[in-house]
């Protein structure tokens, strides 16, 4: 499976964000999506879930030589800031979504079962999802975008305010998940993208870059990045 | 001091300057053309200036304006006796109303979060600063009026002249009061949730200001005079201990940081989504049976029952006592009765004001939105259309059953006055009334969720980015408010109404369920 964006443009009144980006990300694969601040990682994310319009592109998903347009069930979204409905217990969220989407779940798991896998703690369950703490909303968030089973995951920032065990926990998830999905994970932190992702892409001056990381140590690749942001910057 | 009056004044016009231009980017279609770089525009920033300047200008004088002639001019006429008496009673209470509820100091705003917390300005400086600047507005804003409409009412002058400063030095010594408070006892006074003295100190000189002039017992001229010579002097002395005080920040931290802000993302928008938070029932033994959407949205209202469900029945309940009373009255003055039933017989547009006020559609959209959809349109599948049309129908039949409560007892109730205050002569008024009263319930049910899936006009933050929105809710206000002034027969205007809402509800289905896919989601 292969997601194919081409001719991806979006500008923000006379600022283009976005320039005619053409970029194809592969099933299996994790990638780092590396920008400085305001480069438009969010934006780029944004344009793929269909939040903000955008100018010109297409989003095109290519399995076993079919392909079709890129659908909203085809994305989850893993937001920096974790959104749960506040007035739900964890135990209702998850059996409302389960509810839903039953007719497409291929392997069956009780409630309680996904909350284990999820490492959330049995007298949380039942507490209602505003009185979370902000690691546990965000496992709700993963384990409902993994539920669904999307195509390709979208993951924006999500391990930044999360507790070193925590961070871990996900970690892991998002390693497991990588096999027959698509997972682009944003971050500004280099160490967290090279111990975690398969591949580094940079998003500078609106465009999408592959960092070639074959032979190089992690300190020669951080080099490299630095110096191509550094580089871009300056032009 | 005066320096950080300075910064502070600088930094509230640069606020309302920025509004605005911003006020001027959300007018639909035109507001497309604006361009950021408007916030850079030297002679855009000038208009706005002088926009700010007239905006300060008219806080000084309006509201006093409005206050002294709606609130005592214009009563003091229904009085018998002298208005000179009636004019310095009247306002001698409402002052001392006044002087609790509208402290300044205690009131939670966005500018004082601003200027001692985000700014880091000195609490103490650009306390007193702003609010001797208030207190000068008060003087010089009722100066005019007192004297205007104490003239006319046959005040001395003098008494006009001191009104200005006994006001002020009620407000002074109220602060005082509250600020010796809390330094005594920790206990903090936060303006917008007045405790239950305050409420009471409230109706108690409401009524003696009101109602004992409607039977000739007034405060005597001398007695008044005395008490508001002695007060505006505890004014001045209350200036010293004010400026003795320290304790201001530590009473802002309390007061900006109470359950219904919240210090670390303080705007007005995290507010009010605070205090809709603040309403989800935390009885986690509410359960549902449903299945899928009808389960999600089962239990959105049973977790808000207190939002919903309880403000309808309060609705019902005031109506059903409205409706006891007047059968009563009715008993007692026959000709109230025959008064009424004229009213009934050709007022029934009347009632399009009366159920616009009493529905609660556009509150129930916006909890919808806070407490649900605004972590719910981050989801894809949430906004798929099969999902927002499923969930729109769930929410829609919820609405309606909410409103049909009080509706139904006010049409019931409607009916009931009719008939015992003589009647009417076409048998089918009745079942008109009735079933008109009915459909304007639905009709704004419907309007309202349909405005909210048309025009969903809230951002990630939850702040309102739709002036659409805000003008559709506007010109249904107005819609509303017109219809106050027509008179027509039950007959032709609830065969009207009838036809009018279920067509509405038709053509609103259609649109929701032809663009809300489209047009469901964050605004950016």
Redesign the interface.
């Known amino acids: 499976m292969e997601l194919k964006v081409e001719h991806l443009s979006k500008s923000f009144?006379?600022k283009e964000v976005l320039k005619d980006i053409n970029f194809t990300f592969q099933e299996g694969k994790i990638y780092g999506l590396l920008g400085r601040n305001g480069s438009g990682k969010t934006t780029f994310f944004n344009c793929l879930?269909?939040?903000?319009p955008f100018e010109e592109g297409t989003f095109t998903l290519i399995d076993k030589e079919q392909s079709r347009p890129l659908e909203?069930?085809d994305?989850?979204?893993v937001?920096s800031t974790p959104?749960?409905?506040?007035?739900?217990?964890g135990r209702?969220f998850l059996?409302?979504f389960l509810?839903?989407?039953q007719d497409k779940l291929d392997e069956k798991k009780t409630i309680d079962e996904y909350f284990e896998f999820m490492h959330i703690e049995k007298e949380d369950r039942?507490?209602?999802l505003?009185?979370y703490s902000y690691g546990m909303k965000n496992k709700m968030q993963m384990l409902?975008n993994m539920i669904?089973d999307?195509n390709v995951l979208l993951l924006d920032e999500p391990l930044t305010s999360l507790d070193v065990v925590v961070a871990e926990e996900m970690k892991q998830v998002l390693k497991s998940m990588k096999k027959n999905h698509i997972l682009i994970f944003s971050t500004h932190i280099m160490e967290l993208a090279l111990s975690l992702c398969d591949e580094i892409v940079l998003l500078n001056h609106g465009t999408l870059q592959e960092i070639d990381r074959s032979h190089l140590t992690d300190q020669e690749l951080k080099d490299k990045i630095l110096a191509a942001l550094t580089e871009e910057s300056s032009c | 001091m005066l320096e950080t009056f300075i910064q502070s004044f600088q930094v509230k016009n640069t606020y309302r300057v920025n509004t605005f231009i911003y006020s001027l980017k959300q007018i639909p279609i035109l507001g497309k053309v604006f361009k950021d770089a408007l916030y850079s525009n030297y002679a855009l920033k000038l208009l706005g200036t002088l926009v700010s300047i007239m905006t300060e200008i008219l806080s000084i004088f309006l509201g006093k304006f409005l206050y002294i002639t709606i609130m005592v001019f214009a009563v003091i006429t229904l009085y018998p006796g002298t208005s000179t008496v009636n004019f310095v009673h009247v306002l001698f209470f409402l002052t001392l109303i006044g002087a609790l509820m509208n402290t300044y100091m205690f009131n939670p705003t966005k500018d004082k979060y601003y200027a001692m917390f985000i700014l880091k300005m000195d609490s103490k400086e650009y306390t007193l600063s702003n609010y001797y600047y208030t207190m000068l507005k008060v003087i010089v804003g009722f100066l005019p009026f007192t004297c205007l409409f104490g003239i006319l009412s046959k005040v001395p002058l003098w008494i006009c002249i001191l009104f200005p400063f006994f006001i002020a030095g009620c407000k002074i010594l109220a602060n005082v009061y509250f600020l010796n408070k809390y330094k005594r006892t920790g206990i903090i006074t936060d303006e917008n949730h007045p405790v239950k003295w305050v409420w009471a100190w409230t109706a108690i000189f409401l009524i003696l200001a009101y109602a004992l002039p409607y039977f000739g017992i007034v405060l005597p001229l001398p007695v008044a005079c005395i008490f508001m010579v002695l007060i505006t002097i505890g004014g001045i002395f209350g200036v010293f201990y004010l400026q003795k005080f320290t304790l201001y920040r530590e009473i802002y931290k309390i007061i900006l940081t109470n359950d219904n802000m919240n210090l670390a993302s303080y705007k007005t928008t995290e507010i009010s989504k605070q205090t809709v938070l603040n309403r989800i029932d935390v009885d986690t033994n509410i359960t549902s049976h449903k299945h899928g959407y009808a389960y999600f949205n089962d239990l959105f209202v049973k977790r808000h029952s207190n939002l919903l469900l309880k403000s309808a029945k309060k609705i019902s309940l005031t109506i059903f006592a409205i409706i006891v009373a007047m059968t009563g009255i009715f008993f007692v003055v026959p000709a109230f009765a025959e008064k009424t039933n004229q009213i009934l017989l050709v007022m029934l547009p009347y009632f399009v004001f009366i159920m616009y006020c009493i529905n609660r559609g556009q509150e129930v959209a916006k909890a919808m939105f806070m407490n649900c959809d605004h972590s719910m349109l981050t989801y894809g599948f949430y906004r798929k259309p099969k999902v927002i049309l499923n969930l729109f129908k769930e929410r829609l039949k919820s609405v309606i059953i909410i409103n049909l409560l009080p509706a139904f007892v006010l049409a019931l109730g409607l009916v009931f006055l009719l008939a015992i205050t003589g009647g009417t002569t076409q048998f089918i008024d009745y079942p008109i009334l009735f079933f008109s009263i009915l459909a304007m319930s639905v009709f704004f049910s419907v309007h309202h969720l349909v405005l909210y899936y048309l025009l969903q006009p809230y951002n990630a933050e939850s702040e309102t980015k739709s002036a659409t929105y805000g003008i559709a809710n506007g010109l249904t206000y107005l819609f509303c408010y017109y219809m106050l002034k027509i008179q027509i027969p039950i007959f032709t205007f609830g065969c009207l109404t009838i036809v009018f809402s279920i067509l509405y509800c038709f053509v609103s289905l259609f649109l929701v369920y032809r663009y809300a896919p489209k047009t469901f989601h964050l605004k950016n």
């Open positions: 009144e006379t879930n269909r939040d903000i909203l069930e994305i989850g979204y937001l959104n749960v409905p506040e007035f739900l217990t209702e059996k409302f509810d839903i989407h039942d507490k209602l505003k009185d409902v669904a999307p």
